[in-house]
Every structure is written in C-alpha cells, then in structure tokens.
C-alpha cells in the first residue's frame, strides 16, 4: 500500500518550483493549501516520466512548498466521514409519548423538566387522563367494561379532547394535594388540653411528606444544600440535627436559610425522593458572619463548642480548626406545618394576630387563668415535662413594658421541683459523639385563659453560676441561674444544686411577656371598661358591673349602635 508521499511523488514529481518560488512560497502554500493546477501553474514540467524520480534525488531542497502542504493534506484526511450521534431528542414524537405513558406522576414531572419539546410532550391530556383515573376512580360507572377496554375508554371520552393540554396534569395535582391536605386536616384536629396543641403532629408531619433542609450561601453567591438530617420529636416540638463531612468553608458563608420541603406529590408508600418536584417554604433566615461575635456562646466540651442564634438555631464548631461540626434547628409544635408548607422560597409565612378573648373580669386585673406547659431536654433525655395551671398578674406586676407571670416562687417551696439527671445536650457527628453540660432545649408553650396558645418558642440555652449565696433554709447549694429573652417575653429560671442527692431543683420560675404582645389582649377592652364607668357615673371597680359592660362592649365590636341613657 502506497503512503501519501509516494503517492505525491508519483503524481507530481515532475514539477518543480523555481528558485525565487521556493525562498518565497505562496501565501497559499503557508496556510497548507494545495490543488493540482496551483502545482502546475507554481512549478513548471521539467522532463518526461523518466526524470521524475531523479529531479527530487538531485534536488531535494528545491521541493516545492505546495508538495509538502499536499502531502500534510493527503496524511492528515481522513479516509471515513464520523458517524452522526444518536440523541433521545431525535426519536419520533411517537415513539417518545409510548416511553412517557410508562412513568408515573413523579417521573413525568421530572421529564417535562428537560426541555420544551419534552414539557409539552409530557403534558399531553391522554396520559394524565390515565393517571388520574387509576388514582381518583369514579363512584358510579356509566357502561361495563372488560378489562381490555379500560384503557381506552378515558381516551375516547370528549373530556380528553375538549380540553387544553396539561388540563388533566393541573387536576391530578390539585386533587393530591387536597386529598393530602384533607388527611393531614383530619390528624391535627384532636387538640391536648394540656398543651393546646394537636396530639398527632408526629403523625401529621409524616403524612403530609415533610422535611427540612438548611441552605448555606457564601459571599459568592453559591448556595450549599444539606439535607441529611435526624429529627427528634418531643411532647411540643421536634429537633433537627444536621451534620456532614462537606460543610463549606466558615469564613466564606454569609447567612444560612431554613426551610421546610414538601414534595409537589408525596407518595404515602416510599419516602419522599430529593430529586422529585418540591415545594420550599422560608422559615428562618440567620446571618453567619462574624458568627462567634454575633451569636451567643452556650457551652463546649473537648470536641465543640456551640453558639446560638435566635430564633432556635445551634451551631457547633469544631475547635481545631473553627469549622462546622453540625447544626442544630430546634423547633415548636405551634403552627409548625403552616411555616413549614404554607410560605414561599423568599418570604416567611405570616401569622395571623392574636384576638382579645372578651370575658367578665374586669382588665384594671390584668391577666388571668393562664397555664404553661413546660418541657427542659436535651436531645434523648427529658429533665423535666410539666404543666402549670391558674396563672395570674395583677395590674401591679406590669412595669418596665413587661407583665409580671410568677409560675414557681421562692417563697413557696411547696411548688419547687426536681430535675431528673444531670443537664447537658447530646451531639453527634458521622465520626462523632458528646454532651456538653449545663446547656439544654427549652420549650415553653404558654396558654390564654380560652386555652389557645398565646406565646411559644423552642430554643437552646444555658445555665450558669450565680454570683448571689442561696437564702434558702432548706437548700444548701449553688445556685445556678438560666435567662431567655426575644421580641415577645424573656424567661429567668434559677436552680440550686444539691450535693447530696445529685440533683437540681427549681426554686424560681417567672415569665415576663411584652406589653406590645399582651397590649391587644385587654388595652381596648380597658379603655372601653373606663369610658363606660366614667359615663355611668362608677368611681370604684365593680366585678359585678362587668358582665352589662361585657354586652355593650360586644355590641360595639359588631358595629352596632349604643346609646347610653
């Protein structure tokens, strides 16, 4: 088999350049271009076929430019033209919709993510029709069918094509999620009296498919997704534990969102797929820069040491290398799936105002008939579980913008309770495990006199040593103090530690709520109630009197007339 420069020789080895012609070649020739009549033209014949073999051994160096750019080009050709690539876009249409008619709903929704082409394919009236029918079957049947027919009779119906495509996709949706949310409605009805909360959030929560992921942006813009997470459910909230070996960097992160994920279809026979349609929904959103200086630090042990960041956020950081160990979201039971389903990827659910629960007492009395629920834990171990009834303040305890809710007093040791164990909170990692003392997760759920919740929170806290010596005759111990506050109220809570049972007991317990929180519950019930006396001529409070000013009040609130006389 002949090489390409034998193969030019042959063909053009009779034809030589001139001298100029080879010091100087052709701009063509530079850029390797080469056809047989520029060879001709270039380098005039020289002898017959006998001289051809002899010119280029005589003369090597006066080979043409053009012959060397011909041989580069007969090498460098390629003898085969490449076979086209075969796609799955270029299958017909057909053949595309007969794969599609295979996929359920979740795989659907995801193909029709693709592209366009696929998308309206994927929308296509005939499939969901069937899909729809499998799922929401009719009551009543019109005709008997065989089972070859019952294929084709949702396809033949005027139903499929009067309507426009994607009409039977949009249906099946909205029908799952109201058949989801149906279920989940019928399981958080049942309310616990001692928490007024529903008795099956668990339950609920499982159902409805949810979950929560927590999205880390660095100051690049790029977002870190975790979703791998271990929750723990209490009696009034649920914790969520994150941890993985592929946290970003600390000093690049800028803030960390929380948000709760359902899926678009959630499928009550397997878990719910991360890479199926979701709906996101923003519950909280934390700032990390500077995260040691801006938070608050809780406690450490030899591994971790944790901060806090309200509201409910834990963030354990490695010690060696001030990095991120695992993150911590503590959260209430109290409209927990509206902030978790009902809010968008951008803006935070929005809860609705507390009403003022009108009854006969007159408000110069201030807050009456409430009762907490309490709950102290710290991951697997509960310390203390409890529910205080008949709480009351007094027009006397409201000063510095706070009202005033003793739950446990000093003076009453007959309310002082145990703690059970030693109070510290429970980490873990993929490689690692610990328990840093004296912090713990605190959930208070504090009811109005009607029983419905009237302030909640979950959050992680501390407890530290008092400076003060205990009064207290029947404790010799240390005292140690625990001190919660947000937008809404704070909590002081103070234990005293006995050495000779091992045990903590608390002593002291008061909540203190906001007056812009607790303001809507009686300021314009008591301005009416002093208008009213004032105009009826009482100087002096009359309980009695309450209950006439109780209907006129009401009256008014309906917008009806009262005239008084």
Known sequence: MATGRGRAL????????????????????????????????AAPRAGGPRNRSRSFAARPGECSEAINAGIKNLCLTPSMKPKPRLCIESIPSEMLMKIFSYLDAVSLLCVGCVNKHFYHLANDNGI????????????????????????????????????KPGYWKKEYIFKQIAAVKTRVMRLVKPVDP????????????????????????????????????????????????????????????????????????????????????????????????????????????????????????????????NEI???????????????????????????????????????????HDYSLHLDMHGGSHTYLCGTFKSLFCRKGD???????????????????????????????????????????????????????????FSAPVYMELSSKASSLYDYMGHIYTTDYADSEGKVCVELVWLEETKEYFIVNLVLYISTRKSGSKFSSYHLYYQTWKVTCGFT????????????????????VCVYLV
């Open 10 to 41: 042959r063909l053009y080895g009779n034809r030589q350049a001139p001298a100029a012609e080879v010091a100087a070649p052709s701009a063509a020739a530079e850029v390797g271009a080469f056809t047989p009549a520029a060879a001709a033209v």
């Open 128 to 163: 969901w029709l069937r899909i729809y029918s499998s799922c929401f079957r009719p009551k009543r049947t019109i005709w008997k069918m065989t089972s070859e027919q019952t294929e084709t009779v949702s396809l033949d119906c005027a139903a499929l094509h009067d309507r």
């Open 194 to 321: 001692y928490t007024g909360l529903p008795c099956k959030n668990k339950e609920a929560i499982k159902a409805s498919g949810l979950s929560w992921i927590i999205v880390l942006r660095d100051k690049n813009g790029k977002e870190h997704i975790m979703e791998k997470a271990n929750l723990s459910f209490k009696d009034t909230s649920v914790t969520i534990l994150w941890y993985s070996t592929d946290w970003p960097c600390l000093d690049i992160l800028s803030t960390l969102k929380l948000f709760g994920v359902t899926p678009l279809l959630p499928d009550q026979s397997r878990d719910p797929s991360k890479n199926g349609p979701r709906r996101r929904s923003l519950i909280a959103e934390y700032h990390l820069a500077n995260l040691t200086e801006s938070s608050v630090a809780l406690g450490a042990d030899k591994l971790v040491q944790l901060f806090s960041l309200n509201p409910g956020l834990l963030v354990g950081l490695w010690k060696e290398k």
């Open 325 to 367: 160990a695992f993150v911590m979201a503590s959260l209430h039971y109290h409209q927990l799936l509206e902030r978790s389903t009902l809010g968008s990827a951008t803006v935070q659910y929005a809860l609705p105002p507390n009403k003022p629960v009108l009854d006969d007492v007159d408000p110069e009395y201030g807050l």
């Open 398 to 456: 409201i000063a510095n913008g706070y009202l005033r809710l003793t739950v446990v007093s000093l003076k009453d040791n007959t309310k002082h309770l145990p703690l059970i164990g030693t109070l510290g909170l429970s980490w873990e990692t993929e490689a690692f495990k610990g328990n840093v003392k004296d912090c713990y997760v605190m959930d208070v759920t504090l009811l109005d006199e009607a029983g419905k919740p009237f302030w909640c």
């Open 540 to 559: 002096q409070t009359s309980i009695s009197s309450a209950p006439i000013f109780l209907s006129l009040y009401r009256n008014v609130q309906r917008g």
